[in-house]
């Protein structure tokens, strides 16, 4: 067994604190990797507090991981000691169900196992996150990345990169159409720098006026208050697709007014209520509400490598691990541009 320093959560009311347990010892097909960085994601807090429910204790988080390998099972062919490498939101599927036999294993018919509480394939073993000094992964689950980019700011793209840039290549968003994101903030951010990246005219919707110019900044053509009435009636059946990352309960039918004909509503958000939603707006100009979670792993490799081409990473800020529960409160108050990241280092 491997020895292994963390920052846990041991139940839903405390903050998290140093944590020592043991990893497996490397199979066949595994890769050890030591981590270097850890983004910090909205649903970490969710579930080390149990708001979701079904929170198992004690809980490493984190799922946007970056290092090093440092040691490969005696099958492993595609990585190699010292090469940087991620992980993100799901680390082993059934592998012969339908959806996994057509490379979408975040879809796996039995429950892909997430990287932290979840159980791990053989039903008892509980899996621990990126809040750690090191991971071991089955191969197929881990991800080349390249050393051109600024690995802190490559954490996030593991979990807020790939679960916009899933949807807006799935709605074919490229030059000439029309793209909202509604919410700026982890997610939003990088649905933004995606979008206009593949051409698209690109509009941030958000309650607060006060993020325009950091709209403009990332790239945003324009900025849309959706509390101003006479805004969003001069944007009735204006855009092709709109990505949702609002995770605050809201109605999705101001939204869907917004859509032109086939529009896209892509959800990623995950609200702690569910949505209102008219269907008179749905059917009107055959609009679509679209779901999607993060990506395939054939995907986000994909992802990876379109954002070395373009030098695309996420806005972070760095912290050491012993500000976790520091950032947490922060999060809740929006007040991170746009992504914590952990310094592993600092374990």
């Known amino acids: ?9 041991l139940d839903a009311a405390s903050p998290l604190v140093p944590f020592s347990f043991e990893r497996r010892d490397l199979r066949a097909d595994d890769v050890q990797v030591e981590i270097l960085y850890c983004g910090v994601c909205h649903s970490d807090l969710h579930q080390a507090r149990n708001e979701w429910g079904g929170s198992m204790y004690p809980m490493v988080p984190g799922h946007e991981i970056v290092g090093k390998v440092v040691s490969i099972g005696s099958s492993v062919t595609k990585f190699k000691v010292g090469d940087t490498v991620g992980v993100g939101v799901i680390i082993d599927s059934c592998s012969t169900c339908k959806n996994c036999q057509a490379n979408y294993e975040q879809y796996c018919l039995d429950g892909a196992t997430g990287t932290y509480n979840a159980k791990e394939r053989d039903g008892v073993t509980i899996a621990q996150g990126g809040y750690s000094s090191q991971i071991v992964v089955k191969e197929k689950f881990v991800l080349h990345v390249a050393d051109s980019l600024d690995l802190k700011a490559v954490a996030p793209l593991l979990c807020a990169g790939i679960t916009t840039y899933s949807p807006l290549r799935f709605a074919q968003v490229g030059p000439g159409m029309k793209v909202g994101v509604i ?15 593949f051409g698209a005219e690109v509009t941030v919707l958000s309650t607060s006026p006060s993020k325009e110019a950091d709209a403009k900044r990332l790239g945003a053509h324009g900025f849309l208050v959706t509390s101003n009435k006479a805004q969003m009636k001069a944007h009735e059946n204006y855009f092709d697709v709109l990505l949702d990352a609002v995770s605050a309960p809201h109605d999705f039918t101001a939204y869907l007014d917004l859509l032109g004909l086939n529009g896209k509503l892509l959800v990623v958000g995950l609200p702690s209520e569910d949505p209102k939603l008219s269907p008179f707006s749905l059917i009107t100009n055959r609009r679509s509400v679209i779901g999607s979670m993060i990506g395939s792993m054939q995907e986000t490799q994909e992802m990876l490598d379109y954002c070395a081409e373009k030098n695309i990473v996420a806005d972070v800020e760095l912290i050491p691990v012993q500000q976790i529960n520091e950032a947490y409160e922060r999060m809740l108050k929006n007040d991170v541009k746009y992504r914590f990241v952990l310094d592993m280092k600092t374990l």
């Open 1 to 9: 067994m491997i020895a292994t320093k963390a920052y846990a959560a």
């Open 183 to 197: 919410g700026l903030g982890g997610l939003g951010h990088m649905a933004v720098k995606f979008a206009v990246s």
